[in-house]
């Protein structure tokens, strides 16, 4: 008996052998999709975390004068290049109709010399000369219309624009002014809070004594100047401070007045005398912190 396991022929293509195909092919497609979808996420991932490119906002400022001007120059020569344009067309037209008015006269004379009328054809040249005077007149009362509305329209730029320069030149006074007012009241910030400072105990007839006192020696001139200077160049408003035993008197510093028991022992600390003022050329003086005593020191 012939065992038929021997004679059997191996599977063909399509026929059977299918959970081996299977098995081979899966691990490559599934290779394949890891990769598709590793590709898509990295290039997604790359994407997200790309830096966005810098856009560099500019900020709006206010125009000074000068650029105000600059800005609204090329309106000012349109207006003054129209209104020109304006004034040769009027002085065009009114040689056009002194000119138009010469010729309608020139035929009437002609045609009273003539006493019978001149005919037909004088008549039409006379008819047709007037016409064209009529027309002239109606141009040339337009062309001075228009440039009588182009002188209107440059006289309100011109004065549009002083009154902005104005309005701007006034801002920057109002700015400078609040800026010194605001100097002002840091002042006297400064002179409550070293009160505050040095003045800490006693009684009411001798805090009031030490305040009267240190007001009169740090309210000078020479003082409020040094303060207003820290201010307008950026730098720490000046303090009081107590020296410290074995300590050395600090860069910038002086003592208050060691003549006198309230505040002796205490120095104020002002800034860098050398650093420039932040300003922009405008100070009035009549906005500077008062001193204790009118030319004091």
């Known amino acids: 008996m012939t065992d038929d396991s021997e004679h059997s022929?191996?599977?063909?293509?399509?026929?059977g052998g299918g959970p081996g195909l299977v098995a081979m092919v899966v691990p490559f497609a599934t290779s394949i999709v890891a990769l598709v979808i590793g590709a898509i996420l990295g290039g997604l991932l790359a994407w997200m975390l790309k830096p966005s490119s810098q856009v560099e906002v500019e900020v709006p400022r206010d125009l000074s004068a000068a650029e105000l001007a600059a800005a609204c120059a090329p309106e000012l020569e349109t207006k003054v290049t129209?209104?020109?344009?304006?004034?040769?067309?009027?002085?065009?037209?009114?040689?056009?109709v002194s000119d138009r008015e010469a010729r309608v006269k020139e035929l009437e004379d002609e045609m009273q010399r003539r006493r019978q009328g001149g005919g037909g054809k004088m008549s039409a040249e006379l008819a047709q000369a007037k016409a064209d005077l009529?027309?002239?007149?109606?141009?040339?009362?337009?062309?001075?219309?228009?440039?009588?509305?182009?002188?209107?329209e440059l006289t309100q730029t011109k004065e549009e624009l002083a009154?902005?320069?104005?309005?701007?030149?006034?801002?920057k006074e109002k700015t400078e002014i609040a800026k010194e007012d605001a100097l002002v009241n840091?002042?006297?910030?400064?002179?409550?809070?070293?009160?505050?400072?040095?003045c800490e105990k006693g009684n009411r007839k001798k805090l009031g004594k030490c305040r009267e006192t240190l007001q009169a020696t740090l309210m000078t001139n020479a003082r409020r100047d040094k303060f207003a200077h820290c201010a307008r160049s950026g730098q720490a408003v000046p303090s009081v401070r107590e020296l410290q035993k074995g300590e050395s008197l600090p860069d910038f510093s002086e003592m208050i007045d060691e003549d006198q028991k309230q505040t002796k022992g205490w120095y104020v600390l002002f800034c860098d005398p050398?650093?420039?003022?932040?300003?922009?050329?405008?100070?009035?003086e009549e906005?500077?912190?008062?001193?204790a005593k009118a030319g004091a020191p």
């Open 186 to 198: 840091k002042w006297y910030r400064f002179i409550n809070e070293s009160q505050l400072e040095v």
């Open 287 to 291: 906005h500077l912190p008062q001193t």
């Open 82 to 96: 129209e209104l020109e344009a304006a004034q040769n067309k009027v002085q065009f037209l009114e040689k056009e």
């Open 163 to 171: 009154k902005t320069e104005q309005e701007l030149v006034d801002q």
């Open 9 to 15: 022929e191996p599977p063909r293509n399509g026929e």
């Open 134 to 152: 009529a027309e002239a007149l109606t141009q040339l009362d337009i062309a001075r219309r228009e440039k009588e509305q182009l002188v209107v």
């Open 274 to 284: 050398t650093l420039p003022e932040r300003n922009d050329g405008f100070l009035n």
